[in-house]
């Protein structure tokens, strides 16, 4: 067997003010063929499984380029273009294949594209033919369109959020894809829309329990091959936009799509019941520093560069401030020319410095002050998983008695490694502000006294009832109360 890999891959936020060139994703990922790490980046894992199943099959694995860009706004044209046709014109270069497995990440908007992962795997179609076995993982924060199923044989998206599942679900899809390819299964795919847009942790309930009851179905019913969630991604503001339940079966579609439609609905009903309580910034900070002990992790869910904000945001840092706190530690704040003044200051420079709440209104102030450079690190990461995140070169300052770490590539804090490669040690902290949604949630855990979910400023279009969508569907819940109401008309919420 011959078997094409690649992977392209990013989240748009179509609100975000921050614009992805091919500059982003250099300094996220990008292997030319042969030459992605051991280790996966979140959308790159079919790769790396991939290798391992080759090499057990004795197959051949035929490495395009893998690229990820850290989520942001619009993809500039000339950039998805060029890394669309380096990818296509090295499947043409390897053709004939058997199959061909990708990883994407499913919420990309270019400009000029508003559905780049089905304009990508038409033209894959199109080059491989009716006969050979496409299939990709994908992230669930994405969008699930007509165009990319009917170009694709199957598909499997992580199930967890966090997304500490992606290697797992690689193995999923080179599981179905060995077994297709060797004649025991036909992978078909069934889709139910579920008219809906929510934010759905599975560090909690509900969706702990409506995940675990997926993969419980798919042990115990041979034909369920796969069973996905695709959350949607409430800040692409595309006209496919919402949640979707997949069901890949083994030939019975019929099966599937009332499998899919069955479980979509029992989604429907905990609508509005999923996302953590949040709490505003005033509530956070007393919270914290009332606590008996820390760390206190104050994560600073709506400034999170995981879901295309710019991460720059100084609400809660402002908050701290004005109460005098101290034995705080800040991570991060996204501002790469405060950096590269630190940088040509040194360790140890005093200097003058303004950081922060450059890219949009709702992120607060900038702050000024004299400060002081603790630690520089050039080309700093942390860990996620089994992998690492980069987040650029970063410097750690203190400014009024609190720990700050400045970076310049945007990243989302995944770990507590985020603070201890610049030289803080976390678990000494009384409070930790983070920035992420839930992705922080599987490592900072294990070492947060309290974990407080703050929604702070308005740096992410976060409330779906009142945000002003052009394109995304108008009848999807929390837009209409009921959807799936039949014989009513639009019963407004």
Known sequence: MRIFTAALATETNTFSPICIDRRAFE????????????????????????????????WQLIEGTATWADPAGLVNRETYEGLRDEILDQLRAAMPVDAVVLGLHGAMVADGYEDPEGDLLTRVREIVGPD?????????????????????????????????????????????????????????????????????????DPMRSFVDKLMRIEKEDADVLSLSVIHGFMAGDVS???????????GKPEKGASLARELGLELFSHRGTFIMPQIDEKQAVSEALAASKGPVVIADVWDNPGGGTAGDATVLLEEL??????????????????????????????????????SAPGTGHPVDGTVRVVKLVRDAEMRFGESFAPFGDAAHIVFNGIDIILNST???????????????????????????TNHFYASFSKI??????????????????????????????????????EGRGPNRA
Not at 132 to 142: G, R
Not at 240 to 249: D, I, N, P
Not at 462 to 483: E, F, G
């Open 27 to 58: 300094a996220s990922l990008y292997a030319p063929p042969g030459e992605h790490p051991e280790t996966p980046t979140l959308c790159t894992a079919p790769i790396t499984v991939g290798r391992r199943v080759a090499a057990k099959n004795g």
């Open 132 to 204: 050979i076995l496409v299939c990709a993982e994908l992230d669930p924060h994405s969008h699930l369109t007509a165009k990319r199923a009917a170009a694709s044989n199957f598909f499997v998206y992580f199930k967890e959020f966090p997304h500490t599942d992606f290697v797992d679900r690689a193995e999923d899809l080179w599981r179905i894809v060995v077994d297709t390819l060797e004649g025991r299964v036909t992978p078909v795919m069934s889709i139910f829309d579920c008219r809906m847009i929510d934010v759905y942790p599975t560090s909690r």
């Open 240 to 250: 496919e936009m919402g949640t979707k339940l997949l069901a890949v079966t083994n």
């Open 321 to 358: 401030l004005a109460r005098g706190a101290t034995d705080v530690a800040v991570g991060t704040i996204w501002d790469p020319m405060a950096v590269q003044i630190c940088m040509a200051a040194g360790e140890g420079a005093e200097i003058p410095l303004r950081f922060g709440a450059k």
């Open 410 to 436: 945007r990243a989302q804090s995944f770990d507590p490694s985020l603070f201890s490669v610049m030289g803080i040690d976390p678990t000494a902290k009384k409070v930790l502000v983070i920035k992420s």
């Open 448 to 485: 947060a006294s309290e974990i407080l979910y703050c929604s702070a400023g308005t740096p992410y279009p976060n409330n779906p009832a009142k945000t002003d969508y052009k394109r995304a569907p108008k009848n999807i819940w929390p837009k209409v109360a009921d959807p799936h109401a």
